[in-house]
């Protein structure tokens, strides 16, 4: 790598996961590293090993499928995250190590706040936790990364102690995170500055950069390190993370590339990428994107006023600082009907970003036969909403085998279910509610007996015309107020679950994203009991 290329480190699996209600499945995780790989950054941070036996599951065999598959010449850095701790070191290995070139990310708090009230330890037991884990992290894996949490809130002066300390022990990536979001650029790009160059063996590392967006600077602060000399960035897709977010990996991006006679600084990232890897994150996670998000917002590239329109018909630069297509925007559209074969359905599915297993294919293609004969024409929007769909099937408690709703202005709304157990048992339950989504939920909670609370509800059509493909989201948390594992363990909340589902009948759609996020809730229920 030379000194005007920024490695592009995406911890979507791992920090973006710890959103409220971002819980993802195995095959949903596998399929966005996939995307991660394609879209060309240079690190995957899969996940926590020691989290859960699923969450190890799920990072080995990233790490065994896209750490050791290569894409336009490139296999990416496959990482998992460890506690300055044995066990959770261990784990991360055991996770990582079947891929081609492993990395071991392990942290501690430097910050007085964390060191006298979390960690309950003083420097000088810091410093020395600091050498016996890297270097015990060392001695698994050659690539260490370490990260002194809070660093933002940390002395300056001891900073540099710890961080030569871990250089020392074999760390060859120094991450600075701004943990809870609360420097301001001018005070972050000094921070990396005044680390460069006072940490002795700094010169052999590589010093990233990690932001939170408490005071929405997160993009802004990891520019500032990047122009102090920082050449790695922590990212995720849409910002997505814990509280506020992490900086956005579509943001930094097309900063340095729109920017580049600013910085004159690459990354390896394939721009065009960027819209269907958003989706696909935003379908998974049920996570909705604003429509003002910047780049990848569904007004990010619309213009209503008419002094805009007049001056975008005249001269696309006057508004439009970037090309819609250079962000995978495509302003004109695939389209498909029933006539369709098998061939042109897998090469547009391929061009969207998605590889299936002969068996996903023949049951999406068997959906989208389903869909044909319901609307004229599917477009890529459509393909993308039922592809979201059925993976968020491979993983379930309960299956929707069948629904069928009574509503109106005269009698009550009423709702019938039907759905599959996993040994193929057939469940059936009428209810009735305030209308026929809460009907249908009452059906669906009668029948899986999972106790919880709607927390968040949102349906849209994601295509034009009147047969259009409704699609819901929604977000649940579970009753019992399970605490959420988290990097900072002593902290607990209520996990939530997020579900998506798209039909043309958006109560079927409805039945759909909540009965996804019920089976997330029950199969973390089995893996934790």
Known sequence: MTDHYVRIFDTTLRDGEQSPGATLTSPEKLE?????????????????????????????????????????????????????????????????????????????????????????????????????????AHSLCPDIEFSPEDAGRSDPQFLYTVLGEAIRAGATTLNIPDTVGYTTPDEFGELIRGIIANTPGIENCVVSVHCHDDLGLATANSLAGIRAGARQAEVTINGIGERAGNTSLEEVVMALHTRHPVYHLDTGIDTTQLMRLSRMVSNYTGIVVQPNKAIVGANAFAHEAGIHQDGILKNQQTYEIMRPETVGVNQSQLVLGKHSGRHAFKTRLQDLGYELNEEDLEKMFARFKDLADKKKTITNADLEALVSDELLQHQEVFTLDG???????????????????????????????????????????????????????????????????????????????????????????????????????????????????????????????
């Open 32 to 136: 966005i590293a996939r995307g991660l790989a394609r879209l060309g950054v240079d690190v995957i941070e899969a996940g926590f090993p020691a989290a859960s036996p699923d969450d190890l599951e799920a990072v080995r065999r990233i790490a065994q499928e896209v750490g050791n598959s290569e894409i336009n010449g490139r296999t990416p850095i496959i990482c998992g995250l460890a506690r300055a701790a044995k066990r959770d070191i261990d784990k991360a290995w055991e996770a990582v190590s079947p891929a081609r070139h492993p990395r071991i990310h392990t942290f501690l708090a430097t910050s007085e706040i964390h060191m006298q009230y979390k960690l309950k330890m003083t420097r000088e037991q810091v410093l020395e936790k600091v050498r016996e884990m890297v270097a015990y």
């Open 403 to 529: 629904l069928q709703v009574t509503c109106g202005t005269m009698g009550m709304p009423t709702a019938t279910v039907r759905m599959r157990g996993q040994q193929g048992e057939v469940h059936t339950h009428a209810a009735i509610g305030t209308g026929p989504v809460d009907a249908a939920y009452k059906a669906i909670d009668a029948i899986t007996q999972a106790p919880n609370q709607l927390v968040e509800f949102t349906i849209h059509a994601i295509t034009e015309g009147i047969d259009a493909l409704g699609e819901v989201t929604v977000r649940i948390a579970g009753s019992d107020g399970q605490p959420v594992f988290v990097a900072q363990p002593e902290k607990t909340h209520r996990r939530t679950y997020g579900g998506y589902g798209a039909d043309t009948d958006i109560i079927v759609a409805s039945a759909k994203a909540y009965l996804a996020a019920i089976n997330k809730l029950l199969i973390a229920s089995q893996v934790e009991n």
